[in-house]
T-cell receptor, first 111, second 113 residues
């Protein structure tokens, strides 16, 4: 399978804990995007990378969030000191040009 | 300026009918307009996309109509099938903003057998 993969698919954590998600993009894609989707809403942009450079961060991305893409391959999204409001589906997408292909997402539940 | 407005919020269609979902945007810097289909618990899947230099694009049963002057675009699903029942999102992006997607609110489509 050469699509975008995300791990884990589901994560349940207690408030205040740190969590890290991983995204593996389609291999030749140089752009990688993170979005957050809450129930009944469209995905909202969080941040994106071109190769290893993080080029833009949304105001939604508080200082508790950090993302990396070492060597321009896979990416990680870390949330520190999780809050109940962080509960959402975290989606990763990759692209070579305008067309973005999404992974299956990581469902985060903060209890 | 960055919003994409989508309607209707929900749509019920009989099998074999035509499903029509509409979107409007504000930012004239947008130059790419995709539609995504999403099933519960899954990531969005790219269905079809259009650029503003054409007014219509057809792929199988799916057609996008684009009106640049009105800043509106729509998705038509011909011969709708129960398997088309899903949530549909329109989106827009512009190269000047790194091609990040701005999504509409979504339309939950139900196709009755």
């Amino acid at each position: 399978d050469t699509g975008v993969s995300q791990n884990p698919r589901h994560k349940i954590t207690k408030r205040g804990q740190n969590v890290t998600f991983r995204c593996d993009p389609i291999s030749e894609h140089n752009r990688l995007y993170w979005y957050r989707q809450t129930l009944g809403q469209g995905p909202e942009f969080l941040t994106y990378f071109q190769n290893e450079a993080q080029l833009e961060k949304s105001r939604l991305l508080s200082d508790r969030f950090s993302a990396e893409r070492p060597k321009g391959s896979f990416s990680t999204l870390e949330i520190q000191r999780t809050e109940q409001g962080d509960s959402a589906m975290y989606l990763c997408a990759s692209s070579l040009m305008a067309q973005q292909y999404f992974g299956p997402g990581t469902r985060l539940t903060v209890t | 300026q960055q919003q994409v407005k989508q309607s209707p919020q929900s749509l019920i269609v009989q099998k074999g009918g035509i499903s029509i979902i509409n979107c409007a945007y504000e930012n004239t810097a947008f130059d790419y307009f995709p539609w995504y289909q999403q099933f519960p618990g899954k990531g969005p899947a790219l269905l079809i996309a259009i650029r503003p230099d054409v007014s219509e694009k057809k792929e199988g049963r799916f057609t996008i109509s684009f009106n640049k002057s009105a800043k509106q675009f729509s998705l038509h699903i011909m011969d709708s099938q129960p398997g088309d029942s899903a949530t549909y999102f329109c989106a827009a992006s512009g190269e000047t903003s790194g091609s990040r997607l701005t999504f509409g609110e979504g339309t939950q489509l139900t196709v009755n057998p």
